[in-house]
Antibody
Framework: QVQLQESGPGLVKPSQTLSLTCIVSGDSINSGRYYWNWIRQPAGKGLEWVGRIYSSGITDYSPSLKSRVTISVDTSKNQFSLKLSSVTAADTAVYYC?????????????????WGQGTLLTVSS | SYELTQPPSVSVSPGQTARITCSADALSKQYVYWYQQKPGQAPVLVMYRDTERPSGIPERFSGSTLGTTVTLTISGVQAEDEADYYCQSADSSNHFYVFGTGTKVTVL
């Protein structure tokens, strides 16, 4: 059974860099045909896609966050990470990691089929 | 910027049909995906590539598409279907994703 588990500091001061990690179990992050995504959700609001990474290290980021986001992968630890710099209160949210599988051929993917439980990240002094 | 528009809320009586629309403002439509989210829980994928249902999702969930509007239909709504529903798609370059504004489905 595939499981994703986010971990992070819980509280970050404004202007600092937040770091979150998603540990993947039950599957190899390097087994191919997967994108690994970060998605966030401020309290009471909708979902916002942050970015994704392929096991090779290729990344895509939300245009609105691109200047502040870095997603990396550590295949030896079967985990991937999110760094968001210069945080403000607007970055306070539940952060989810999610797996996305894509087909051997054809367009589209199979969607975000496995999600972590989410971790709350609060930006406050 | 690429946007997906959903109705804020849909109310339906048990056993009736709920239809949730997701309208894209881009001419080149990518596939749409749908997620169900209950309070305090992570979202769950209920439809992918417009009309395909993941294993384990009840048959009462179906998807359809017409032009740049995609619809998630819940036939024979049950109380357990009360949740927020989000559509999601990609921009024309397929290099970034966008979520819809979300629809709260209330079962009366």
């Amino acid at each position: 059974q595939v499981q994703l588990q986010e971990s992070g500091p819980g509280l970050v001061k404004p202007s600092q860099t937040l770091s979150l990690t998603c540990i993947v179990s039950g599957d190899s992050i390097n087994s191919g045909r997967y994108y690994w995504n970060w998605i966030r959700q401020p309290a009471g609001k909708g979902l916002e896609w942050v970015g994704r990474i392929y096991s090779s290290g290729i990344t895509d980021y939300s245009p609105s966050l691109k200047s502040r986001v870095t997603i990396s992968v550590d295949t030896s630890k079967n985990q991937f990470s999110l760094k968001l710099s210069s945080v403000t209160a607007a970055d306070t949210a539940v952060y989810y990691c999610a797996r996305e599988r894509f087909p051997d051929y054809g367009s589209g993917t199979f969607g975000f089929d496995y999600w972590g439980q989410g971790t709350l990240l609060t930006v406050s002094s | 910027s690429y946007e997906l528009t959903q109705p804020p809320s849909v109310s339906v009586s048990p056993g009736q049909t709920a239809r949730i629309t997701c309208s894209a403002d881009a001419l080149s439509k990518q596939y749409v995906y749908w997620y169900q989210q209950k309070p305090g829980q992570a979202p769950v994928l209920v439809m992918y590539r417009d009309t395909e249902r993941p294993s384990g999702i009840p048959e009462r969930f179906s998807g359809s598409t017409l032009g740049t509007t995609v619809t998630l239909t819940i036939s024979g709504v049950q109380a357990e279907d009360e949740a927020d529903y989000y559509c999601q798609s990609a921009d024309s370059s397929n290099h970034f994703y966008v979520f819809g504004t979300g629809t709260k489905v209330t079962v009366l």
